[in-house]
C-alpha cells in the first residue's frame, strides 16, 4: 500500500500558482518527500526532494510543516506544459529502497 | 541528472511470443534496478527488484516464470515478458538510482508499450 495520500484531480488555469498537497501521516523519522512529475506514455520524472521545512528548485517548492505528516508541492505560474500527473512519496533513504506509488494527482491547466 | 535508457519504447507481438525490454543506466553504474508496469488512468505498479548478480525480488502476485529479469551487468537489465498474452499488454517502466548521496531519487526510462495481439 501507498503511504501517501493525495487529491486525485485538480483544474488550474495558465499563469496560476498550484499547490498539491499530499498526506503522509504515518512518516517514519528517516523518511524523505519526493515529488514525480508523469506525462502520458512516459517514465515518472524527478522534480523535487525534502526532509523538512523548505526545499526550492528552478521547477518548484517543497513545504514541509514540522510534524512532516503531510507536504505542498508548489508550482509557481503553471503553463499548459505542466498538465500531468504528479506523484508524491515518502520513502528511506537507501538507494536500494523500492518505491511505492500511490493514485497521484492528475493536474489540468486550462488556457 | 542521471539518465535511463529504456529499449525499444513500442513493441508489438503475437500472442504466445516472447517480448525482451531493455534498460540502461547510461552514466551510472546500478546494482539495483527496478521494474514497473502501468495500466491506462493507473499508477506505476512495482513489478520486481532486479539485483546485478543475483535473483530479481518479485512482488506478490508478480509470475517470475512470466517475467523474467536478468541484470548481468552494473548498467543493463532486462526483462522478458515470456508467452505473451493480451493481457500482458501494458506500459513498462524501468527505473535506478546512481547511489551514494541521491536519497533514492529514482530515474526512470521512458517506458515500453507492449501491445500483444
Known amino acids: 500500500l501507498a503511504k501517501t495520500t493525495q487529491p486525485i484531480s485538480m483544474d488550474s488555469y495558465e499563469g496560476q500558482e498550484v499547490n498539491i498537497t499530499c498526506s503522509h501521516n504515518?512518516?517514519?523519522?528517516?523518511?524523505?518527500i519526493t515529488w514525480y512529475q508523469q506525462f502520458p506514455s512516459q517514465g515518472p520524472r524527478f522534480i523535487i526532494q525534502?526532509?523538512?521545512t523548505k526545499v526550492t528548485n528552478e521547477v518548484a517548492s517543497l513545504f514541509i510543516p514540522a510534524d512532516r505528516k503531510s507536504s505542498t508541492l508548489s508550482l509557481p505560474r503553471v503553463s499548459l506544459s505542466d498538465t500531468a500527473v504528479y506523484y508524491c512519496?515518502?520513502?528511506?533513504?537507501?538507494?536500494?529502497?523500492?518505491?511505492?506509488f500511490g493514485q497521484g494527482t492528475t493536474l489540468q491547466v486550462k488556457p | 541528472g542521471a539518465v535511463v535508457s529504456q529499449h525499444p519504447s513500442r513493441v508489438i507481438c503475437k500472442s504466445g511470443t516472447s517480448v525482451k525490454i531493455e534498460c540502461r543506466s547510461l552514466?551510472?553504474?546500478?546494482?539495483?534496478m527496478f521494474w514497473y508496469r502501468q495500466f491506462p488512468k493507473q499508477s506505476l505498479m512495482l513489478m520486481a527488484t532486479?539485483?546485478?548478480?543475483?535473483?530479481?525480488?518479485?512482488e506478490q502476485g508478480v509470475e517470475k516464470d512470466k517475467f523474467l529479469i536478468n541484470h548481468a551487468s552494473l548498467t543493463l537489465s532486462t526483462l522478458t515478458v515470456t508467452s505473451a498474452h493480451p493481457e500482458d499488454s501494458s506500459f513498462y517502466i524501468c527505473?535506478?538510482?546512481?547511489?551514494?548521496?541521491?536519497?533514492?531519487?529514482?530515474?526512470f526510462g521512458a517506458g515500453t508499450r507492449l501491445s500483444v495481439l
Open positions: 525534502g526532509y523538512k
Open positions: 532486479s539485483n546485478e548478480g543475483s535473483k530479481a525480488t518479485y
Open positions: 512519496l515518502s520513502h528511506g533513504s537507501s538507494n536500494t529502497g523500492k518505491l511505492i
Open positions: 527505473s535506478a538510482n546512481p547511489g551514494w548521496g541521491h536519497k533514492n531519487i529514482q530515474y
Open positions: 552514466d551510472f553504474q546500478a546494482t539495483t
Open positions: 504515518n512518516i517514519a523519522t528517516n523518511d524523505y
